[in-house]
């Protein structure tokens, strides 16, 4: 006997659209810890920042002129160029869906472009100056705490407008350090990273994850993570990110487009020092 069931019967079967799984973005975090320029149009593709070097003062001689000092600068120059993600749905796919293609893809399209800021801003870590760690170096509180050091050592006051940017596997093993292998530790911070994962602030500087971190040149596991003061790098805004729709009537359907205009590059290669680490569990 032949039986009736879903199977012979799938055209009747009505399907249900659940609610849309996004799946997981990193969310956008440098673009609030550099300096932020706006360039309006008409007015070129660059921005000139200028560098005011710090000058020494010397002691006087009672009744007798001080010397001069020159006061020159330097410029650092932040160049914008256009990025951007598109695509083409048909009416019939709008119309056929359950869900609102066009919202969904315009919030994609705005994570895309968010992201990739991000990545754009990191990739500036590897021209750093000053640096701790390398290829074969384990990320450890104590080279943080060095590279904090160093960025101190420049006149920087680490309690305001500092970060420090990991990639989460490296900060992975800055974890299993303060917890002493995620055994009962003695720090405060210790016992903060062991309950809830949450380093907070080390040497009073923050700490920030994220997985656009940047991997070394040819080293799989290995990241350019950074310690920097917000003088470090800089982020020119010609265009903030937009979303648009166009109406193809030849194609039944509409172009949806999202792009942004900047620029980025170090603004003062002092203000920032690389922690390039390789991850133990890569």
Same mark, same amino acid.
């Given at each position: 006997m032949t039986i009736t069931n879903t199977t012979t019967l799938n055209d009747l079967l009505p399907s249900i659209v659940a609610e849309a799984l996004f799946v997981a973005s990193e969310k956008s975090i440098m673009r609030g810890l550099?300096?932020?320029?706006?360039?309006?149009?008409?007015?070129?593709?660059?921005?000139?920042?200028?560098?005011?070097?710090?000058?020494?003062?010397?002691?006087?001689? *009672?009744?007798?002129?001080?010397? =001069?000092?020159?006061?020159?600068? %330097?410029?650092?120059?932040?160049?914008?160029? *256009?990025?951007?993600?598109?695509?083409? /749905?048909?009416?019939?796919? &709008?119309?056929?869906?359950?869900?609102?293609?066009?919202? %969904? /893809?315009?919030r994609l399209f705005g994570e895309a472009i968010a992201r990739k800021m991000d990545t754009d801003l990191l990739s500036n870590v590897a021209n750093l100056n000053a640096g701790v760690g390398g290829a074969t170096t384990t990320a450890t509180p104590a080279l943080l705490f060095q590279a904090i050091a160093k960025l101190r050592a420049q006149g920087?006051?680490? +309690?305001? %407008?500092?970060?420090?940017?990991?990639?989460?596997?490296?900060?992975? %093993?800055?974890?299993?350090?303060l917890t002493s292998t995620f055994a009962a530790p003695a720090s405060q911070i210790g016992n903060d990273a062991l309950r809830n994962g949450f380093?907070?602030?080390?040497?009073?500087?923050?700490?920030? $994850?994220s997985s656009l971190v940047n991997v070394a040149a040819g080293a799989a596991g290995d990241y350019n993570c950074?310690?920097?003061?917000?003088?470090? =790098?800089?982020? +020119?805004?010609? $265009?903030?990110?937009? &979303? *648009?729709?166009?109406?193809?009537?030849?194609?039944?359907? =509409?172009?949806?487009?999202?792009?942004? /205009?900047?620029?980025?590059?170090?603004?003062?290669?002092?203000?920032?020092?690389?922690?390039? =680490?390789?991850?133990?569990? *890569?």
């Open positions: 550099v300096r932020n320029y706006t360039l309006n149009p008409g007015n070129g593709k660059t921005v000139t920042v200028p560098i005011y070097p710090k000058q020494t003062a010397a002691g006087l001689t *009672e009744g007798t002129a001080p010397g =001069f000092t020159a006061i020159s600068t %330097d410029g650092a120059v932040l160049t914008v160029s *256009e990025v951007g993600i598109a695509a083409q /749905i048909s009416d019939l796919a &709008i119309m056929a869906s359950a869900s609102n293609v066009v919202a %969904d /893809i315009g920087y006051d680490t +309690a305001n %407008d500092c970060a420090i940017v990991l990639h989460p596997n490296v900060a992975y %093993d800055i974890a299993s350090t380093m907070g602030t080390l040497g009073g500087v923050p700490v920030y $994850q950074v310690v920097m003061h917000k003088d470090a =790098f800089g982020l +020119a805004m010609m $265009q903030d990110i937009r &979303i *648009e729709s166009q109406r193809e009537a030849t194609k039944r359907g =509409f172009d949806i487009v999202g792009s942004a /205009i900047y620029g980025h590059g170090i603004l003062y290669n002092a203000a920032g020092v690389y922690a390039q =680490f390789d991850s133990s569990i *890569e």
